[in-house]
């Protein structure tokens, strides 16, 4: 390991790899490997439990009310995907690569969609179509089991963390998710990495085959899951506090489709699927609309029953057919009027989408603490531990404090066209070009926005009553 002492190198006061305080944690992989293998016995013991005992709290209570909310959706906004970092899969697979074939990922399945649609169709779909199963501890049970299984038998055939990269359902849903947050790993640049270092330690240590010290001039971390064996090898990385979405006002030497895709397909199956499905679903005005009425329709004409959802589904299409009509069609024409190549647009363009989802989704899950996530949690656990503790929900969901968080999704409307606006600068136009181009390629912005004012008139000013 290279040592600063050397070099006569001072670290920077915002790198928290500075401090022992963290050094001693997230920049030590003897501690981290402590919490991700707790965290893996965790994750077995949820998924045994759900198997062999279905009715519990504990297996839902820990998937769906600690993992995804609180490691997933509150952290990925501000710390970027420190769930990575502590993972117990990604630490599985590295273990088990260690003692694995290590043979190289066949070209065809080096597609950085297969993970995310399997998020997508196992999960997300399902949940609309067929509402409560995945809430019922068995599915839940086998669903975490699958994906370990998937863990285990790609990562002791392929080596360069393949399953993290291509197979794990949020393998590019938290790198893509993370450029909204404050922090960012890289390394010290001039005298180090520059003129000192002609072999990079850090990404001959890094089990996925990534270069850090590239990060800043790339304006990308990549797939990085920040496990922090670049650290450990060498004192030249850092892990900085950043201006917030600090990537995102940055051009992007070399953009990736596959994020803006990621952006664009969560905005529409999570953020507007909700807000038509849930949000106005459960308003005065839920008889009225289309999908309700055609969802209603179709459960008759074909005869289909519960528990599949007809509702659910035609919310999910119509949804997702909204934002691509949105997203696709005004960045069109957004390069018809700045006279841009098409994809030039949609790649400098579409990095400004990426607070519209999981800035919104601060409003669901921290409502949702207080009426559902924090009973839920904690009398798992007891349950689980066989510990004499009961608690009530913090909070009723009609209790009028609550509507505090509704200031989120403004929050993520207009942090999205912030950066929008500052991002037509890389297309170099100016003046009415720039206005009129800003105002289309901000078509879901806007339309967002309006679908946040309206679902709130609805339910609390329209005269309708609360529902």
């Known amino acids: 390991m290279r040592k600063f002492a050397e070099l006569h190198f001072e670290k920077e006061n915002r790198d928290f790899l500075k401090y022992g305080i963290f050094r001693n944690t997230i ?35 820990l998937f769906w009310g600690l993992f995804w909310p609180f490691f997933m959706v509150i952290t990925l906004p501000f710390f970027g995907n420190i769930f990575c970092m502590i993972c117990p899969h990604g630490f599985l697979s590295r273990k088990i690569t260690e003692i694995g074939l290590k043979k190289n990922l066949p070209k065809a399945l080096k597609n950085p969609y297969i993970g995310f649609g399997l998020l997508i169709g196992l999960y997300w779909v399902t949940l609309y179509t067929f509402p409560g199963i995945l809430r019922n501890s068995f599915t839940t049970a086998l669903l975490f089991l699958f994906f370990t299984l998937v863990a285990v038998v790609v990562s002791y055939l392929y080596s360069n963390g393949a399953y993290c990269k291509y197979f794990c359902p949020i393998g590019r849903v938290a790198p893509a998710f ?86 664009i397909i969560l905005l529409g199956v999570i953020t507007i699927t909700m807000r038509f499905h849930h949000g106005l679903g459960h308003s005065p005005i839920k008889n009225e609309l289309p999908w309700v009425i055609w969802g209603k329709w179709l459960q008759q004409a074909t005869g289909i029953g519960k528990p599949f959802d007809f509702v659910g589904l035609l919310a999910l299409i119509m949804a997702v057919s ?80 609550l509507r505090i ?53 609805i339910r609390y000013f329209s005269g309708h009553g609360h529902h």
């Open 405 to 457: 968080f509704y200031v989120f999704p403004f929050i993520a409307a207009f942090w999205s066209g912030y950066i929008m606006w500052k991002r037509m600068d890389f297309l170099e136009v100016k003046g009415f070009k720039k206005f009129a181009g800003y105002i289309f390629a901000s078509a879901i912005i806007i339309f967002y926005f309006g679908l946040t004012v309206f679902q709130l008139y």
């Open 27 to 61: 920049g030590n992989q003897k501690f981290l490997n402590i919490v991700r293998f707790v965290l893996l016995l965790l994750v077995l013991y949820a998924i045994a439990w759900g198997l062999f005992s279905p009715k519990n709290h504990f297996t839902t209570g």
């Open 178 to 263: 993370a450029r909204v947050g404050f922090m960012w790993l890289s390394s010290y640049s001039k005298p180090l990495c520059d003129d000192k270092c002609d072999k990079p330690d850090c990404a001959f240590a890094c089990p996925y085959k990534m270069n850090p010290s590239k990060f800043e001039k790339n304006n990308s971390m990549s797939t990085c899951t920040l496990c922090m064996e670049c650290a450990d090898s060498c004192e030249g990385i850092k892990y900085s506090i950043k201006r917030w979405s600090y990537s995102l006002f940055r051009k992007m030497p070399k953009p990736q489709s596959w994020e803006i895709w990621v952006y």
């Open 322 to 401: 909204t934002v691509l009509i949105l997203v696709l069609g005004g960045f069109y024409i957004a390069s018809k009027i700045t006279g841009k190549p098409y994809k030039e647009v949609f790649l400098n363009l579409g990095y400004a989408l990426a607070p519209l989802m999981i800035i919104g989704s601060l409003s669901h899950v921290t409502h949702f603490f207080f009426t559902h996530y924090y009973h839920e949690i904690i009398n798992g656990f007891a349950q689980a531990f066989f510990l004499d503790i009961k608690v009530e929900p913090l909070a009723d969901r009609r209790d009028a404090w």
